[in-house]
């Protein structure tokens, strides 16, 4: 923070450019308003909180309207509360200015709620950059997998594929157990071929009842655990090991515990197959 007043410090950026000064405050002002400070202006802008030094500092770089602009580790440091508000307001501030924002995190929440675009590096190496929607569903890799929270991630064999692309594909055994086995569209993969087999925790569907089409067959709570707005279960299903996530306070979320007896479905569309090799 620079000495001085918050309107001050968010006007120092267009001194520069030669902004007069009626423009300079109204502009000052429109960001301070956006990321909700407008109340601190007159404040000294040394004795503002973490929080509010960090939404000064975000008003401060919108307010020269750059065509880009890199934010790194935007929400270090806040706590919940203030880290979803600033969330919400930077998400507003990059609709309504059009700004192209890069966003270096962490955080894979950070970059879910506010990114359309997603960069993954690893080792320092770009390994996926696609639509975030493509890199949650079809990463790149085990190692993309595991970093956007891709859990169930289990070694098959493709057994058979149709002309649609309709696809089979026979899991592992576990202990001797007999084999799961899903099905997959899309997946370029021939029969024969050694596979990773991946699925999110929130496309595995558990209900009480034998009714959904795709259902793979019966399975075993192993645990569950809730933060009060969420559930992670471990199912046991063909002695395999699938995590699943439900609304806390909803449905099988409220009344599901271990060693219930649940059936299992997830959708061919789900389904997510990469070439592994067998070694």
Known sequence: LLAGGVA?????????????????????????????????????????????????ALARAFVVAPDVLLLDEPFDDLDAAGREALVQD????????????????HDLRQALLLADRIAVLCGGALAQWDTRDAVLRRPASAEVAALVGMSNWLPGRVRSRDAAGLAAIELAPARNCRAGRFLCRATPCAPGTEVWVGIRPEHVKIDVEHSDPNTLGPATVETRVSDGALVVAWIDWSALRLRTHLLAGRGLGQTLKAGDGVFIAVRPEDVHVLPRDPA
């Not at 001050?8 to 405050?25: D, F, H, K, M, S």
């Open 8 to 56: 001050w410090n968010a006007e120092v950026p267009l001194w520069g450019r030669g902004i007069a000064r009626r423009e300079r405050r109204a502009r000052a002002g429109t960001a301070l308003a956006r990321f909700g400070i407008s109340g601190l202006a007159e404040r000294d802008a040394t004795t503002l909180s973490g929080g509010e030094a960090r939404r000064l």
């Open 90 to 105: 930077l998400a507003g501030a990059i609709r309504e200015t059009d700004v192209a924002v890069a966003i270096v995190t």
